[in-house]
């Protein structure tokens, strides 16, 4: 596939064929070489994430040698998740799946029954996750399960409007927009909101249940943690929140993978949970993002690429056991720096 097309594209033609990615995210957006470079992973603690599913990347380097990396050929590990750094990704293949149906379990339960023992809730469903909104007790649980037939209708047209569009979309952004301007009512704010994230049983193809609009805007921190240390981050989080009262109004997301060897993968060489973080966009972040990265840092946590952090080359080189060997790679196709960005010269060194 050409490295430029979106997720969305994408989706639709693999279904056309019968075929279809094995996991994906919630957001269908971006294009498939920006969601790999920057290690977008989705949720299943039997799975991995995008990035594990390549099997070939064709990269133009600085120097203008077009490069076809496959296994075994040295570049390849490098060039799954890339960063941007080596040189500018043109077509990618991936290894896909015969399609696949998912039947789609939502509903709350007690955040403490999930930290009791988050493997077990990860291993409840082929893809489990869950959102938690500071200042309430409740989780709102996603649980997708692989099926090969019908067993559940999908959502009536009307539903699907009311849940997607009007509710997690339409009313959750004015909820956002008091809770900005009146700080102080975030806590009761969040738990309508919870309690809005009711129950229901669906489903549909696979692309059509793992992504879903997402029209709110956010600012988000998100960090892989062992999956042993998850419950231990998501009560020292609530600890900060209920001392501090503070007025975070997004859910915090936690999802599930499988140990990969993806040099720079979340989920290098451990099975892994996905903590992120958010906030509304009109809203402030204040010490909220630093306090989220004082506890993973505890924890080994690694960032998602894609999303905001403090970290430096120094620091990322002690969470990532391969990042010397990804900036050899880089010193070998972009001796002359000719990619460089700011970005990059803070997270990979000059």
């Known amino acids: 596939m050409g490295a430029g097309t979106r997720l969305r594209d994408l989706n639709r033609a ?14 269908d957006a ?6 790999i470079a920057t290690g977008t992973h989705g949720t299943g603690l039997g799975l991995y994430g995008i990035a594990a599913a390549v099997v070939g990347v064709e990269i133009a380097t600085a120097s203008g040698e077009v490069l076809r990396c496959v296994p075994g050929d040295g570049t390849f590990e490098a060039a799954r998740i890339n960063l941007g750094a080596l040189g500018i990704v043109t077509a ?5 799946v015969p399609a696949f149906r998912l039947r789609a379990v939502e509903g709350p339960m007690p955040l403490e029954d999930v930290l009791a023992d988050p493997r077990a809730f990860a291993a409840s469903a082929d893809h489990a996750e869950f959102f938690w909104f500071p200042h309430t007790t409740v ?25 997607d569009e009007v509710l997690t979309n339409g009313v959750f952004a004015l909820v956002n927009e008091l809770g900005s301007v009146a700080p102080r009512l975030v806590p009761t704010l969040n738990r309508v909101s919870a309690a809005a994230m009711g129950s229901r049983t ?9 992504c879903s609009p997402r029209r709110v805007r956010f600012v988000e921190s998100e960090y892989a943690v062992p999956l042993g240390s998850v419950g231990d981050v998501l009560r020292e989080l609530r600890a900060w929140y209920g001392r501090t009262r503070a007025p975070i109004q997004f859910p915090v997301e936690v999802r599930f993978v499988a140990a990969d060897d993806v040099w720079l993968s979340g989920a290098y060489g451990r099975e892994t949970a996905y903590v992120a973080v958010h906030q509304y966009a009109g809203s402030d972040v204040g010490d909220s993002f630093a306090v989220f990265e004082r506890i993973v840092a505890e924890h080994g946590g ?3 690429w894609g999303k905001q952090h403090s970290l430096d080359a120094a620091a990322l080189r002690a969470v990532h056991p391969r990042f010397d060997d990804f900036l050899a790679m880089r010193d070998r196709l972009d001796p002359g720096r000719v990619l460089a960005s700011p970005h990059l010269g803070r997270i990979l060194g000059a």
């Open 14 to 27: 693999l279904d056309a064929l019968g075929v279809a990615l094995p996991n994906l995210g919630d957001i």
């Open 30 to 35: 971006q294009t498939i070489a920006g969601a």
């Open 92 to 96: 990618l293949e991936l290894q896909t």
């Open 139 to 163: 989780a709102s649980t996603r649980r997708n399960h692989r099926e090969g037939a019908e067993t559940a209708p999908p959502l009536p047209g009307w539903r699907a409007v009311l849940d």
């Open 202 to 210: 669906y489903a549909d193809r696979s692309h059509r249940v793992f």
């Open 302 to 304: 690694r960032p998602r």
